[in-house]
């Protein structure tokens, strides 16, 4: 992908924010939330895993409406990254994790965002997550000692500095940081700046924030 | 110098577990392309010996018929003065560590630094690759269902060098030992390691005498179905790791090339696997990356510089399927015709099991003494035995009223000591495993519950004299065939929604169903077919309308059980630590969760030994994390009642095969349904006292026409007669409540 379309595309996605699921006031909302962190602890620690790698298995990927409440996120037949990452968070957080919220711009080719496009409109949504051949993504991050790790709870990876996703490309990444005090973190031996679209240099190029 | 080097490079089959010959060709021929090239192996079934880069092939004959003194010889001959030897197959390499080490051109360690890497391996603390935990296959049973219980029943059954098999009950292991001994051996060096979950990553290095030339790393992308390598990414080692590899190989003087299988488990500790003395099949995926190993070892040897060297192409490799011309000169043979079944040619017999025998070195290097060939007399197995004591007629089950008055005390010793001011712990009997009125009798007197799953067990508690108040009722249809209570029991754990609706209506006799009713858990992440789904969101939800409606008029209760046999100890230690977790959500949902039920069966050991002991920290545990438990009851299953019947038998025949003896008892699994789900004791009585049947190759035939019939493997039986009185241990709890009718009119 060109620079000026990464750039082009990392502008169309500059004010995006994680996606969060909400909460009914009703009982629905505290059974579904409730019921995801007691099945994350039997299954994923049974597993050793720092992980809930389970997601992945749990759902399939692809069209889920927005705005979405926790009840009907469980009720889903399909989750896209949103719900996974943020379902990730809310599960990493509920083990006492570091977690960090985590966008990304995947280079995606012309035939990917056509069968996106009908996966999409066959549900009556329109995928706006696409812009020409780039692809916005949500991931976790979980920091331990200091370091920052990247997991993928859509594909159940995790995600490297140099490295693709298993789909796609890296092409830029944007960490949330934890606080105000938190403008950068080490992304296993790459300082990324919090709060901005960061190229990561996995398809060439030099690694470092996008301009606008 | 010869600028055309010839290497001979064995090890050739390219098949679903490849051997590494063909990846060494292809990175040898892009260093040397004018190398003279020689591909060994040995049976014509081996496909990489038709990879074309080969200048020439040498099939052997297989190590079954190899003279190996002439092989020795025509090895020497087609080496001569300049060759160079790659070795691709982990007991050639062996073989040529013991006959041609001192040679540095034939690239195999020696036989000491064989020694130091032998299965399993156990790596200095510098290199920080910790060893599984392992345990010789020759132990005794019950030394190895331990082990595998302590481990979750996750075991892996290795060969000497290499094969291994992955065993999740003690039926799998024991069909999986006899097939690597039929294989190896008894007595070779087979072992049960524990499995280890994690991510696996392979050392690719190489070395001339004792000094590291080069090492990387790889980490397996795509595996296929028995976990080989299908594709992979190529690292830089960590540089403590480099620095104490390099120390490793210098300190034993690893002569040639290694692969040093791990797995990294989710906290980055590495694991050991294997330490093979060879390259990886893998080997070429190093070369794209820009690490030709192979090369670098031949340069070390002969100080030749590749002629061409290539960049790394990338560092990432996948493999693929490739369809390529046979050799002119070596056709294919057919497929071996093999009766009435499927032909199954793709096992290469290239007889290196045959080899490991001829080689004399597959004795173990775990440490254990050979099986012993007398038995140790066993005053315990039969308390207050006595000649009075032998039955007129065999098969006979004998209870032993002690042992089960013993194993009740202790349990509910056990509960009293457990027990707080606010959390109460008690022991139930489950009547399943052993409703004789003595112990139902016995139970009641030292103060436990009793759990029924149908109403005839019911009818038989209330006969022992129990009232229904210390009554649990479980299972799917526990009020099968009528209700026959006269009053509310003490708990009712539902199995179904279904089941669950109806205690929201009026009991049949007027008052509230139970102290206590609740939901059986069928935790995520267990193969059960019992109780109420919670890792399904929607059952979930209904659970918690149902428990709703119900609590205003009956106190909550969670249960979950689920044999800790066959989870594995740990692995059940961490279901009694989920269970807690969805008793807090629905105390936090739904009202105060005031009792948990927990069990489903444990071996009597582990009974004993760490469940027992535990249960203070479980109560303090539960009362920490939900506080609104009141009462906290385990249910241990036949761990109570396993050990408190022994079943006699005679033997009828003794029969001599090839080396051995088999004997025919006149027990069979009528008796003993779980004959083989479990190690037991098994005695003969000699001169008056009980005498352990010490390990050894034969069989004790069950009495009846059934294939299955079998009551005791590998046991040592040469010295029994006809007429000879036997004793299995461990025939109470199931073994006596299962037992059925058969063959006898």
């Known amino acids: 992908m060109l620079d000026e379309d990464l750039i082009a595309a990392a502008n169309v996605w500059r004010a995006a924010h994680p996606s969060g699921l909400l909460m009914h006031s009703a009982m629905c909302c505290r059974v579904a939330a409730g019921w995801i962190v007691a099945n994350d602890r039997s299954l994923a620690e049974a597993a050793g895993t720092i992980v809930p790698w389970w997601l992945r298995h749990w759902k399939h990927w692809g069209p889920s409406p927005w705005p979405l409440h926790w009840c009907e996120a469980v009720r889903l037949g399909t989750w896209d990254c949103g719900v996974f990452a943020a379902a990730g968070d809310h599960l990493m957080r509920a083990r006492g994790l570091d977690s960090r919220r985590v966008l990304a711009i995947e280079e995606a080719t012309p035939t990917e965002t056509q069968q996106w496009r009908h996966l999409w409109e066959a549900a009556g949504r329109e995928p706006t997550w696409t812009h020409g051949a780039a692809a916005y993504h949500e991931v976790c991050g979980l920091v331990s000692d200091g370091v920052l790790s990247i997991w993928d709870p859509t594909e159940a990876v995790w995600i490297r500095p140099g490295e693709s996703l298993p789909q796609a490309p890296v092409l830029a990444l944007k960490v949330f940081a934890a606080n105000d005090q938190e403008l950068m973190v080490n992304w296993q031996g790459v300082n990324l700046p919090c709060g901005v679209w960061v190229r990561t240099g996995a398809t060439g190029g030099v690694m470092g924030p996008l301009g606008s | 110098m010869n600028a055309s080097p010839r290497i001979l490079v064995s090890g050739l089959y390219s098949g679903p577990n490849p051997s590494p010959g063909v990846g060494v060709v292809r990175s040898l021929r892009e260093a040397f392309p004018h190398a003279d090239l020689v591909g060994v192996d040995y049976s014509p079934r081996s496909t990489g010996l038709h990879w074309p880069e080969m200048d020439r092939v040498w099939v052997a004959r297989p190590w079954s018929e190899l003279n190996l003194a002439e092989h020795q010889r025509q090895v020497q001959g087609e080496l001569r003065e300049d060759g160079i030897w790659i070795s691709g197959l982990d007991l050639e390499v062996q073989w040529l560590a013991n006959t041609m080490a001192q040679n540095p051109r034939i690239l195999v360690p020696s036989t000491e630094a064989l020694n130091a890497i032998r299965k399993p391996p156990t790596l200095p603390d510098s290199l920080a690759i910790a060893t599984p935990d392992y345990l010789s296959l020759d132990a005794p049973d019950n030394s190895l269902f331990r082990f595998c219980r302590r481990h979750d029943w996750r075991i892996w059954v290795k060969g000497p060098y290499y094969e291994a098999r992955f065993v999740s009950d003690w039926r799998q292991l024991q069909a999986a030992r006899g097939e690597l001994q039929e294989t190896w051996g008894a007595g070779a060096g087979l072992f049960a390691q524990a499995h280890v979950a994690g991510h696996e990553v392979s050392i690719l290095l190489c070395a001339f005498s004792g000094r590291l030339i080069d090492a990387v790393m790889m980490t397996k992308r795509e595996v296929t179905a028995e976990g080989k390598t299908w594709a992979g990414a190529i690292a830089e080692l960590p540089v403590a790791l480099s620095a104490a590899l390099a120390d490793f190989v210098a300190a034993i003087g690893w002569h040639g090339a290694a692969e040093v299988e791990m797995v990294v488990d989710a906290a980055g500790r590495r694991w050991i696997i294997e330490w093979n003395p060879r390259f990886p099949a893998w080997v070429y995926g190093a070369t794209l990356a820009g690490r030709n190993l192979p090369a670098k070892l031949v340069t070390a040897v002969t100080g030749l510089v590749p002629e061409t060297s290539k960049l790394a192409r990338s560092t990432q490799f996948v493999r693929v399927v490739l369809e390529i011309p046979t050799r002119r000169d070596h056709s294919l043979p057919d497929i071996p015709e093999d009766g009435p079944n499927p032909g199954q040619s793709a096992k290469h017999p290239s007889g290196m099991p045959e080899l490991a025998r001829r080689l004399g070195n597959t004795s173990s290097r775990l440490g254990l003494s050979p099986p012993l060939h ?372």
């Not at chain 2, 206590?516 to 019992?530: A, D, K, W």
């Not at chain 2, 969760?593 to 004993?608: A, K």
């Not at chain 2, 009495?703 to 109470?732: K, P, Q, S, Y």
């Open chain 2, 374 to 745: 007398q038995g140790d007399e066993d005053p315990d197995a039969v308390p207050g035995w006595g000649p009075e004591m032998e039955p007129a007629a065999t098969p006979c089950r004998l209870f032993l009223p002690e042992v089960a008055r013993r194993a009740i005390t202790a349990a509910a010793g056990a509960a009293n000591c457990a027990s707080r001011p606010a959390l109460g712990v008690r022991i139930v009997l489950s009547i399943k495993t052993d409703p004789r009125p003595e112990i139902l009798e016995m139970a009641r007197e030292h103060g436990l519950m009793l759990e029924a799953i149908s109403q005839l067990e019911v009818s038989a508690a209330l006969r022992a004299g129990v009232e229904p108040h210390d009554v649990i009722l479980n299972g799917p249809a526990k009020w099968w065939p009528t209700p026959s209570s006269p009053g509310a029991f003490k708990g009712i754990f539902f199995d179904s929604l279904n089941e669950a609706a109806m205690y929201v209506g009026d009991s049949p006799w007027g008052g509230p169903w139970a102290g206590v009713i609740g939901p059986r858990l069928r935790l995520p992440g267990t193969n059960s077919r019992f109780g109420i789904d919670v890792g399904d969101p929607d059952v979930f939800g209904r659970l918690v309308d149902i428990l709703t409606d119900l609590k205003d008029r009956q106190d909550i209760g969670v249960q979950f059980h689920f044999a800790s046999s066959a989870a594995g100890l740990p692995g059940w230690f961490h279901l009694f630590s989920a269970s807690l977790a969805w008793c807090s959500l629905l105390t936090e949902l739904v009202g105060p969760v005031t009792w948990l039920d927990v069990g489903g069966g444990y071996d009597p050991e582990d009974w004993n030994d760490e469940i027992l002991g535990w249960l203070t920290e479980a109560a303090q545990t539960a009362a920490a994390r939900v506080p609104s438990l009141r009462q906290l009851v385990l249910e241990p299953g036949k761990a109570l009642t396993q050990r408190t019947s022994v079943l006699l038998s005679r033997v009828v025949d003794v029969r001599r095969r090839e080396g051995t003896v088999d004997v025919v008892a006149d027990a069979s699994i009528a008796e003993l349904p779980h004959a083989t789900a479990f190690p037991r004791k098994a005695l003969r009585l000699r001169d008056g006292a009980w005498i352990s049947l010490v390990p050894g190759a034969g069989t004790i035939l069950g009495r009846l026409c059934m294939e299955n019939d079998i009551l005791g493997r590998n046991l040592h039986l040469a010295d029994l007669r006809v007429g000879d009185l036997l004793c299995f241990t461990d025939a109470g709890a199931y073994d006596r409540s299962m037992a059925y009718e058969f063959g006898r009119a």
